[in-house]
């Protein structure tokens, strides 16, 4: 029979929902650099300068090809030997929007080169320049398809938060560890961390989908 | 002959300077020559149709007019100036792309797909170019877009997105646009080859009240050589990247002189 206890249930309910609200502003805040960061490395690999692309797509293939693990520390511990001394929050934000922005750029550039050519040969035959074609024809076009791979990386940043425990953030999972070494009882802050996850993505991966069908259905790109 | 930049003038001018100028045009990819050292003049409100086999080069011409292609050599004058390239200490230099962006601006051209945009409505599509390129205030360009989806007779379709229109109101609409530019220049390639032969009609009666109202200048790649016939000034037999007979259409079509053109022609006219 499960060893649990409701009253402790109760002691440590509020503390846990407090660290709720640091997990959503962690993925949260890492998501929104990830998807302004995520298209600057998208269309920085689509200038005409080869440099500019080489240097880009080298550091998104180095992202993507290492643990999120081990950019959290180094931006943390060996960032200021760099000179970058950040606090736990913004070496995690950094961190944490750095890596999802490496996957988001490849969403984004699935979405943009599946834009027919001839939307781009239409825009110069009306004579857009660049930014105009990009910002007018080809984003709006490439955004509904890449939104559902942009939708999963929404639930994996936050199922990659706890990582940010490891440099001190006071999330869910800091919060559940430091409530369970204080009481040496794990089982119900743990669970309630699943619970409490499960809350969150559920209903964000059901608001994904609603909103990719509403946005689709506004563009007229579906019948 | 050996052509140099030299060969080629700064500007156009004198009496009877065409609306476009193809000088010495050459055209490859990698080792495919597919125009080779074109020389076509097209007059103001002239209006041009280009036939010939697949493959000859035809689509090439109207892209390289419209900058979607570059070219290897000679130049193209737009309006009696270089479209290509641009005048520089005395000599004609690689265009730039703001000079490719202002010549480019005198020219429209339509799709045998169409490339609507589709996530923009009839009328949104034909509003985009003057309010983002000529700066046109949203009722000004409303109005204009109105106009012109009257006149291809698409005004009641204003709302609609391309998905929920058939090829042949889509072609309308992507006049429409091009026009709404008004542009000097229309280039049309195969506008109805994509199009079920019952709404052919539609599209091509538009491009007939085309030539009759306006001074547009228009090249025109088709395969209807009835429609051809009936609208050109002139017309181009193109076979493998070269013009290889011109004229105007009852001289070419009735009487070609070339053993070429007599075969494209009969092949046509049979499979017809
Ligand atoms: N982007 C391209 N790359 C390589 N070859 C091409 C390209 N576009 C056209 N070509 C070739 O150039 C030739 C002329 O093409 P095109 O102008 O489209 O002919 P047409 O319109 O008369 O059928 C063809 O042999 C075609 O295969
Ligand atoms: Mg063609």
Not at chain 2, 42 to 54: D, F, H, K, L, R
Request: hydrophobic residues 45%; glycine residues 8%.
């Amino acid at each position: 029979m499960l060893d649990w206890k409701l009253d402790f249930t109760w002691e440590i309910l509020p503390r846990l929902i407090a660290a709720a609200g640091n997990t959503l502003v962690a993925a949260g805040g890492g998501y929104l650099v990830a998807v302004v960061l995520g298209l600057v490395f998208a269309l920085a690999q689509r200038t005409p300068s080869r440099t500019l692309t080489f240097i880009v797509r080298e550091l998104v293939e180095f992202v993507r090809s290492t643990p999120l693990l081990l950019q959290i520390f180094f931006i943390y511990y060996v960032g200021p030997q760099f000179g970058l001394r950040l606090s736990p929050w913004a070496a995690g934000l950094i961190a944490i929007g750095l890596h999802y922005a490496a996957y988001l750029s490849e969403v984004y550039r699935g979405g943009i080169e599946n834009v027919p050519k001839g939307q781009w040969e239409a825009a110069r035959a009306i004579n857009l320049s660049t930014v105009q074609t990009y910002r007018r024809i080809i984003i709006p076009q490439a955004l509904p398809p890449a939104l559902a791979g942009m939708g999963n990386y929404l639930v994996g940043i936050l199922k990659d938060t706890p990582m940010l425990s490891v440099i001190g953030v006071a999330e869910l999972m800091h919060t559940a560890n430091s409530i369970g070494a204080d009481n040496f009882r794990y089982l119900e802050p743990y669970t309630i961390v699943g619970l409490i996850f499960l809350a969150i993505s559920l209903p964000t991966a059901w608001l994904i989908r609603r909103f990719d069908k509403a946005l689709r259905r506004k563009m007229g790109l579906t019948r | 002959m050996k052509y140099d930049m030299s060969d080629y003038p700064l500007k156009l001018e004198g009496d009877n300077v065409p609306m476009v100028r193809f000088q010495n045009v050459t055209k490859k990819y990698g080792q495919l020559t597919v125009l080779d050292g074109l020389n076509l003049d097209v007059a103001e409100g002239e209006m041009v149709t280009i036939i010939g086999p697949s493959g000859s080069g035809k689509t090439t011409v109207l892209r390289m007019l419209m900058t979607l292609e570059t070219i290897d050599s000679g130049v193209i004058y737009v309006d009696g100036e270089p479209l290509t390239h641009m005048e520089k200490n005395g000599r004609l230099v690689r265009a730039s792309a703001a000079h490719l962006r202002k010549i480019r601006s005198k020219i429209g051209m339509c799709f045998q797909h169409f490339n609507l945009f589709p996530h923009m409505t009839a009328l949104g599509n034909c509003m985009e170019g003057p309010i983002q390129v000529l700066g046109l205030s949203k009722e000004k360009a409303e109005k204009r877009a109105l106009e012109l989806l009257d006149m291809v007779g698409m005004a009641e379709k204003r709302d609609q997105h391309p998905s929920r229109l058939s090829g042949g109101q889509q072609q309308r609409v992507a006049i429409a646009r091009a026009l709404a530019m008004r542009p000097k220049v229309m280039l049309f390639d195969e506008v109805t080859s994509a199009l079920d032969p019952e709404v052919i009609s539609e599209v091509t009666s538009v491009i007939r009240s085309l030539v009759d109202q306006h001074n547009l200048t228009m090249l025109m790649v088709t395969h209807q050589i009835g429609f051809a016939r009936e609208i050109s000034d002139r017309i181009c037999f193109f076979f493998a990247g070269q013009i290889e007979e011109q004229g105007a259409p009852k001289i070419l079509l009735d009487s070609p002189q070339n053993d070429r053109t007599q075969q494209f022609l009969s092949a046509v006219l049979d499979a017809n």
